[in-house]
């Protein structure tokens, strides 16, 4: 679980996502949308429980 909540940090602090939203449901991981989302939702200050909680319904809303 710890991994996955690494990889979503890095993505979050490095700004790598990808170019275009594909808006397919659930959206992934490396959509800009989902990255917006969890930054208005300040995830990179979460543990990482709430990161993927956090994850989860940014992918779904």
């Known amino acids: 679980m710890g991994n996955k909540a690494l990889k979503v940090r890095k993505k979050l602090?490095?700004?790598k996502v990808k170019k275009k939203c594909c808006r397919d449901?659930?959206?992934c991981s490396s959509c800009p949308t989902v990255a917006h989302r969890l930054r208005k939702?300040?995830?990179l200050?979460?543990?990482d429980a709430a990161l993927?909680?956090?994850l989860k319904h940014a992918r779904r809303w």
């Open 13 to 15: 602090e490095s700004g």
């Open 25 to 27: 449901n659930p959206r």
């Open 41 to 43: 939702e300040q995830a």
């Open 45 to 47: 200050t979460l543990d």
């Open 52 to 54: 993927l909680k956090a």
